[in-house]
């Protein structure tokens, strides 16, 4: 059996599309743990509509999606452990082909697929990219490798083994945003990603979508929690920052925050030789040339 676990909160336009589209795969074998974050809609009526004996529906027992996955967690019961957005929708194979994928490698192993953006508006060019970007990780199986750009594998696009996700205590003892943060825990426990070569999720954009309007999916958040990451991992090296811009000065302010010594480069003219933040910009062609 697979545990699917779905944090939900004002949902009800796109959950009944969502909640569908699990009850028709292919693979029938699972249960459906849903968790109402306070909603105020008709999400909660939506879910309770349906008769079918897999649909378990718990209230969050905090404030969130990260408690409400910790709620979802406690109520698992299957072999394997997926996670589902509820504006997003299943193709129909996407259950069967993510556990063929444990099924051959067996334990210590996460399976993810490719993605494709769909919505009423068209995609920007934006998430067209990261799109792009993300599916060109999971075919080359380049996870670890790209870590530190962006997450690499979207939040509801992954399935392991319950064992391995009870060994790193799956949703406790983390921070958001939780889908980055739970890529570097596996990373940490030696889990293995493996990619697969069909669209597995269709991950759907329109303007309410939580990674727009919540400020734990904000591009300062990304930033704090890799860099902690890295800093952990690079302990006692001499850090070096290119660029002084915003990502550059993101980064800035968390290791000035810190206190922890870098240098700074820059390729812009008008910049080099200023003092941003207290820290002199070095000219880029200098770091080239040692």
Known sequence: MISILIPFKN??????????????????????IAVDDHSEDDSLDIIMSYSDKRIQVFKNEGIGILPALQTAQKHATGKFITRMDADDVMPKDKLSFLLDALKQKGQGNVATGMVQYFGKEKVSEGYKKYENWINKVCTKNTFYEEIYRECVVASPNWMMHKEDFDLISGFKEIQYPEDYDLVFKWKKAGLQIHGIKQITHLW??????????????????????????????????????????????????ILTSQNIKFRWFEQDE???????MGVQLLPYNTLISN
């Not at 909640?19 to 795969?25: P, V």
């Not at 008008?270 to 941003?276: A, D, G």
């Open 11 to 32: 949902t009800a336009p796109f959950f009944r599309e969502c909640i569908d589209s699990i009850l028709e795969q292919s693979h029938s074998d699972f249960e459906i």
């Open 204 to 253: 759907r954009e329109h303007k309410n979508r939580t990674s727009r309007t919540n400020i734990h999916y904000q591009q300062a958040s990304f930033f704090k929690l890799k860099t902690s990451h890295f800093l952990r991992e690079n302990k006692n090296k001499n850090i070096v920052l290119l660029g002084a811009k915003k990502k550059g000065r993101i980064i800035a302010k």
């Open 270 to 276: 008008k910049l080099i030789e200023t003092k941003v």
